[in-house]
């Protein structure tokens, strides 16, 4: 189980974004944009997964698997989760203030 996976991923998109060239084409930033914006997707319902699998260990029993192991899952996953929805909720904001500007 990653402890950090979410920071390392942000780390690493930022990472990745100052190191590469600027693009010619709007159409090359909007495909990466996707990627990324997929990974980071991905990965919350990668740490909501463990979160799941960790409750029915810990529920059945499983010695290995203590109640603060649970709990830290738990968090992680609701905040990447929050995470995820304060990004969304910025994109329709933006979304919407381009639509309303002026042609």
Excluded at 5 to 18: F, K, P, S, V
Excluded at 56 to 66: A, I, L, Q, T
Aim: proline content about 2%; aromatic content about 4%; glycine content about 6%.
């Amino acid at each position: 189980m990653r402890l950090d996976g979410l920071q390392n991923e942000m780390q690493a998109m930022m990472i990745e974004a100052g190191s590469q060239k600027p693009f010619a084409t709007g159409q090359s930033v909007s495909s990466d944009f996707g990627n990324m914006l997929s990974k980071a997707i991905n990965n919350v319902n990668s740490l909501q997964k463990t979160s799941g699998t960790l409750q029915e260990k810990f529920d059945r029993g499983d010695e290995g698997v203590s109640l603060s192991d649970v709990m830290i899952a738990r968090n992680k996953a609701s905040v990447a989760f929050e995470a995820t929805i304060q990004v969304r909720n910025k994109l329709v904001d933006a979304y919407k203030e381009l639509m309303n500007m002026p042609v």
